[in-house]
Nanobody, 118 residues
């Protein structure tokens, strides 16, 4: 059983920043996804065990994913937030390789809500 616990969500004005954290119980490729009301769950950023990263075009230059394996923690630094970033953000883990699809991930956290106001 892999347990993922997200934290760091909250409310911020447009242009502000938040940092999300996800504590995981093992060494996995990790991803961040988000889901707005009435929308599908979409890829945000992912990171391999060794630190290779990939992010969706919509957040490149604004969001950064990183990890500290010693702390078993993955981070999503979100800068220059926009109202369109409002969503529940989910941390996810998979056993092999860096992938960007929702269906590629085996384990999911419960999500942390991010609200960006204009």
């Amino acid at each position: 059983q892999v347990q993922l616990v997200e934290s760091g969500g909250g409310s911020v004005q447009a242009g502000g920043s938040l940092r999300l954290s996800c504590v995981a119980s093992g060494r996995y490729a990790m991803g961040w996804f988000r889901q707005a009301p009435g929308k599908e769950r979409d890829f945000v950023c992912a990171i391999s065990v060794s630190g290779s990263t990939d992010c969706a075009d919509s957040v490149k230059g604004r969001f950064t994913i990183s990890r500290d394996n010693a702390k078993k923690t993955v981070y999503l630094q979100m800068n220059s937030l926009k109202p369109e970033d409002t969503a529940v953000y989910y941390c996810a883990a998979r056993s092999l390789g860096l992938r960007v699809g929702v269906g590629d991930y085996e384990y999911w956290g419960q999500g942390t809500r991010v609200t960006v106001s204009s």
